[in-house]
């Protein structure tokens, strides 16, 4: 049976156990241990150590090298957008620091609003006004900029 005690400062609580312990019980300590074997990554899955093997430990953007003590700050990035691509020859990762990761993947989604036929329509703002309430009801900077982007409209046709 275990014996419990409350701590006068908040709500500790201290669990001692008098008896031995029950045939099927283990230690804590085997069980964090566990815990913590069973987040290891399987074998196949630590692209990582193997990209930075291959491709050494330089940004293949901004070609800024690295070593042992700043690497946390390289990232393999998918060329194809696919994390669960990952032939083991590499042709799929390129390593890159984390800013080039960041302006890469930024660069993506700035792709898709701007380029595209029908990208544009996808990530546009509808109101549920008329589309006669709607001119009249912008500001001098939104007039502006819908005149811009028809005008941008008419040369692209």
Not at 39 to 66: K, N
Not at 71 to 85: A, E, W
Request: charged share 35%; net charge positive; proline share 6%.
């Amino acid at each position: 049976m275990a014996r419990m005690s409350f701590g006068k400062k908040g709500n500790r609580v201290q669990a001692n156990r008098t008896g031995p312990r029950p045939a099927g019980e283990r230690p804590p300590e085997d069980v964090v241990r566990d815990l913590k074997a069973g987040l290891q990554r399987p074998p196949g899955e630590d692209y990582r150590e193997r990209s930075l093997a291959i491709h050494g430990l330089v940004c293949a953007r901004c070609a800024r090298e690295f070593d042992a003590s700043n690497r946390h700050l390289l990232t393999v990035h998918h060329r194809d957008g696919n994390h669960h691509y990952n032939p083991p020859d590499g042709s799929n990762w390129e390593n890159l620091c984390v800013y080039c990761h960041d302006d890469a993947h930024s660069r993506e989604l700035l792709g898709d609003y701007y380029g595209g036929e029908g990208a544009r329509e996808k990530h546009l703002v509808r109101s549920s006004r008329a589309p006669e309430e709607q001119g009249s009801g912008l500001s001098g900077l939104g007039a502006k900029l819908r005149k811009a982007l028809e005008e941008k409209e008419k040369k692209r046709k």
